[in-house]
């Protein structure tokens, strides 16, 4: 995750105009479609990008004058820079846990939960909007597993720089993986498989194809040290028996599946606030995958990419390829464990 070239701040830009105004094929049909724009009932000409920014209500005032898809969009990645500077802020209280500032930590937390409200907020406003894209909704999830889990930590655990500096992260994983946090984050990234499986063919590259490698990422990351911390479960982890319902707690008793990429609210909620269910997510069969099959995880990961580029001569773009191909690698290292 970077940060944006510019902050949310910074946008004092108009809001932009109507996709078909932009698209007009020339001077007479913009015209004809700038008369027939109905005019909204408050002043937009002096609105900019920080006043939508400061309150996305007002979109429902502006009729069909503004692009609400374009503005939409535009809030999610404003959001994200907000999510970047929390994620940075964290990764320096890491080193600060020891020195007693417990003022820190409780306004990191009031932060995070801000946070957690404002992009819970533009979610609903988005899925009121019957124009939003897929794009906005995949990005508030993106943006909702990110203030949930450290993607750096996850990326040095998974190799990115080295053997020994996974062993550093290791326990900052563990503790990780054994808090509420880590069930909000995976039930965020499940959704972002829910609704990548449902783009625009081609549309899952660069940006969203990045994000969908970190949301493998994060499963992956979790059921790797899930699975190595003794057998909470009592499950069989192989291909053939993933979808059976594991054991669970002394008595034997059998949990709950809980689908990460479904849409069951009420099993979604019992797995992030009380710990309840085997989280998992489904495959091309629509078979239940548990997140400790890491290997098939990450062959289900790898199929969403591809299958975005069904009819492709040339094959997958550069960085969707590199990215499948280090699932592959990963899915491989899973198997070996």
């Not at 108009?14 to 105004?21: S, V």
């Not at 990191?108 to 946070?115: F, G, K």
């Not at 969908?212 to 479960?233: C, D, E, I, K």
């Not at 890491?294 to 062959?299: D, E």
Request: charged letters at 20%.
């Amino acid at each position: 995750m970077k940060n944006a070239s510019i902050s949310p701040a910074q946008m004092q830009i108009p809001l932009p105009a109507c996709r078909d105004m932009w698209l007009a094929p020339n001077a007479h049909a913009w015209r004809n479609i700038y008369y027939g724009v109905k005019l909204p009932d408050v002043n937009y000409e002096s609105m900019t990008m920080l006043d939508f920014f400061g309150d996305n209500a007002v979109l429902q005032q502006l009729g069909n004058m503004v692009d609400h898809r374009l503005c939409m969009l535009a809030a999610c990645h404003g959001l994200g820079h907000e999510v970047w500077i929390f994620r940075q802020h964290a990764r320096l209280l890491v080193h600060w846990k020891n020195q007693g500032r417990r003022d820190r930590w409780l306004a990191h937390q009031t932060q995070q939960r801000d946070l957690n409200d404002d992009l819970t907020t533009l979610q609903t406003h988005c899925e009121l909007q019957s124009s939003s894209s897929q794009e906005a909704l995949f990005t508030l999830e993106l943006h909702l597993m990110t203030l949930h889990v450290d993607l750096e930590d996850v990326q040095i655990f998974s190799g990115k720089s080295g053997e020994e500096e996974a062993r550093k992260v290791l326990p900052r994983i563990r503790e990780w993986t054994d808090s509420a946090g880590a069930r909000i984050a995976l039930k965020h990234a499940g959704q972002m498989f829910l609704i990548a499986r449902s783009f625009e063919k081609t549309k899952l590259r660069d940006f969203y194809a990045v994000a969908v490698y970190h949301a493998a990422l994060t499963m992956w990351v979790y059921g790797m040290v899930a699975s190595s911390s003794g057998p909470q479960s009592g499950e069989d982890t192989s291909m053939n028996t993933a979808s059976k319902l594991p054991c669970g707690g002394p008595s034997g008793t059998l949990r709950q599946q809980t689908a990460l990429d479904g849409s069951d609210e009420k099993a979604l909620k019992a797995f992030t606030l009380l710990g309840q269910g085997v989280p998992g997510i489904h495959d091309l069969n629509d078979a239940f995958i548990p997140l400790l099959n890491c290997k098939a995880i990450m062959s289900i990961a790898t199929a969403l990419l591809h299958n975005n580029f069904p009819q492709s001569v040339h094959g997958l773009p550069a960085l969707v390829a590199n990215l499948a191909s280090l699932l592959n690698e990963l899915s491989r290292l899973s198997s070996r464990e």
